[in-house]
């Protein structure tokens, strides 16, 4: 069974960094990519970034473009969210998701609270 373990998140002054990992217990080796979707309080779920697994490949949403960054580790089959300079509009639930075809995430970690005080 696919597992996708999320860590981190919590309460981060405006202004601060704060990085989540979500660590996924199955074969990557045909996977396509994975990636971090949020949801506000009363919002729809959005994507924020995603890395392709074989390339590396990286793309963002505008709105954390040059603030956050995603990266990967393929031996621990790991993949990161470091995010800087956050402010209120940051704070959500985090997500990450796995995809074994562009743009079908069909694994979900359980979620992760970040909460942004000013």
Same mark, same amino acid.
Do not use: E, I, N
């Given at each position: 069974?696919?597992?996708l373990v999320q860590s981190g998140g919590g309460?981060?002054?405006?202004?601060?960094?704060?990085?989540l990992s979500c660590a996924a217990s199955v074969r990557t080796w045909n &996977?396509?990519? &994975?990636?971090?979707f949020r949801q506000a309080p009363g919002k729809e779920r959005e994507f924020v970034a995603t890395i392709t697994w074989s390339s590396g490949r990286t793309d963002y949403v505008d709105s954390v473009?040059?603030?956050?960054?995603i990266s990967k580790d393929n031996v621990k089959k790991t993949v990161y969210l470091q995010m800087n300079s956050v402010n209120a509009e940051d704070t959500a639930v985090y997500y990450c998701a796995a995809a074994w075809r562009p743009n079908e995430y069909i694994y979900w970690g359980q979620g992760t609270q970040v909460t942004v005080s000013s």
């Open positions: 069974q696919v597992q309460l981060v002054q405006a202004g601060g960094s704060l990085r &996977m396509y990519a &994975m990636a971090w473009k040059g603030r956050f960054t």
